[in-house]
């Protein structure tokens, strides 16, 4: 039986640069070190059961990142919190660690992603860029991919960018990015467009990913009732 926990932790500063597969890594290491046992998948290479419900690029900052993985035993959820919180590195912070009961990860019901993104240098026309990119319907730019270049309308994923000019915040945007299952954008898509409208460069000091929004699971399928009321089960029979 595999008791399964969901953590949430932060990566900020230096650990923004650490790519996504040496996350997964990191987090094995921590847990090993911790001195709890990792459930394994099935088949003929078992791996641990541990995953991300979204990569981070890199140089992106997270606050709220998920991580759901399973182990061997129940571990009691003090000694969990305390003992995992030591182990991460250096720009990985847990912020709580506690049992799932989700049947499915989190990685396959991300609805949506929030960003915020600081300004090294805020152009006295981005008030009139961000105005102007609210109001468009469509904004295509040209992605580059090693397996050749693809147009993406940005305003499928991202409809309206906000500005923060307040002395209690840097100069900046903050935006909501939806995650399809045609794909989704990235925060410099953004940028790119905004200085596309008004054709300046925009320098940026910070991004940072603020929260992943996980839509809640369907209520399981009732049983269905067989002949003579009794429940019908799936499967075969013994």
């Given amino acids: ?24 890594s990191c987090l094995m290491r921590a847990i090993r070190r911790a001195g709890f046992g990792f459930a394994l998948t099935q088949g003929m290479r078992p791996k641990p059961v541990l995953s991300l419900a979204m990569p981070l690029g890199v140089g992106v900052e997270g606050e709220d990142e998920i991580c759901d993985f399973s182990l061997q035993q129940r571990a009691p959820l003090t000694e969990l919190a305390k003992k995992l919180g030591n182990e991460l590195p250096q720009g990985m912070e847990l912020k709580s660690v506690g049992p799932s009961f989700d049947r499915t990860k989190s990685a396959s019901r991300v609805e949506s992603v929030s960003y915020r993104i600081e300004f090294a240098n805020a152009p006295a026309w981005f008030s009139e860029a961000a105005r102007r990119y609210n109001e468009e319907s469509a904004i295509v730019l040209l992605r580059k991919r090693p397996k050749g270049d693809k147009e993406v309308d940005i305003k499928k994923y991202v409809r309206e960018v906000e500005l923060s000019t307040g002395e209690a915040e ?24 905004l200085a596309g409208i008004c054709g300046e460069e925009i320098k940026i000091s910070r991004i940072v990913r603020t929260a992943i929004d996980i839509k809640e699971e369907p209520p399981p399928a009732p049983a269905r009732p067989g002949r003579h009321g009794r429940t019908a089960y799936r499967g075969k029979r013994r």
Wanted: glycine fraction near 8%; aromatic fraction near 10%.
């Fill in 1 to 24: 039986m595999n008791f399964n926990y969901q953590m949430r932790f932060s990566k900020t500063g230096r650990a923004r640069f650490i790519a996504h597969l040496d996350t997964l």
């Fill in 170 to 193: 840097p100069q900046g945007i903050t935006f909501d990015m939806a995650v399809t299952s045609e794909g989704t954008g990235r925060p410099d898509e953004i940028i790119e467009a």
